[in-house]
């Protein structure tokens, strides 16, 4: 399935269809980083930050991490367009929570611009700065009654619209597409990955 297009409230459905009860029909929407261009990264605030996502995944695969991104916040939806004075405006950042599994061993002699990047991603403001990413971390590995919370904590503040809480849609990403994200940067750099 596609990424939805923008309701009337203008954020992305929390599910398509008449029913929710259809899994396929449901937030979070599968979709890969050249989609999430294509749809999302029209303007040059949105490229920005697409930019930035993209070197935080190139990060997160280079010290091993496997698994999943839910992307959310004011990137998905369309804050441009807004009739609302307090919502209109290009997005700042997008919000990531990256469900990873850990990696067996770090890379070892571990590369100096991959050291340097160890403080960065264990400060959410330093991350934010860095690479326009309110970024979560939630290992799969915790115990089931801690995951489930921590799925169940996300899934209820994404779904939610800050300020007026209209319930919205979120999108999901594998994070083991090294080549797709190479493909998507080329397409917002003119070509050039």
């Known amino acids: 399935m596609p990424i939805p297009d923008f309701d009337h409230n203008l954020v992305l459905p929390p599910h398509v269809g008449d029913h929710a009860a259809n899994r396929v029909n449901m ?37 091993g991490l ?8 004011s990137f998905t939806e369309d804050k441009e367009n807004s009739t609302d004075p307090t919502r209109r405006g290009p997005p700042k950042d997008i919000d990531v929570v990256t469900f990873y599994r850990p990696p ?11 050291a340097a990047l160890l403080p960065i991603l264990n400060d959410r403001k330093a991350t934010k700065d860095r690479f326009h990413v309110d970024h979560i971390l939630v290992p799969l590995t915790s ?19 800050r300020g007026d809480d209209v319930w919205k849609g979120m999108l999901q990403m594998p994070l083991e597409t090294a080549t797709d994200d190479m493909l998507a940067i080329g397409t917002i750099n003119g070509g050039n990955p």
């Open 66 to 73: 496997l698994g999943f991104q839910w992307l959310d916040g």
């Open 104 to 114: 067996t061993a770090l890379p070892s002699p571990m590369p100096a611009d991959l």
């Open 143 to 161: 115990a089931p009654e801690f995951l489930v919370d921590d799925v169940r904590y996300w899934f209820g503040f994404f779904s939610h619209r």
């Open 27 to 63: 937030s979070p929407y599968p979709c890969t980083s050249l989609e999430l261009c294509a749809k999302l990264g029209a303007s040059v605030e949105r490229q920005r930050i697409l930019r930035g996502l993209f070197e935080l995944r190139d990060a997160l695969r280079r010290f």
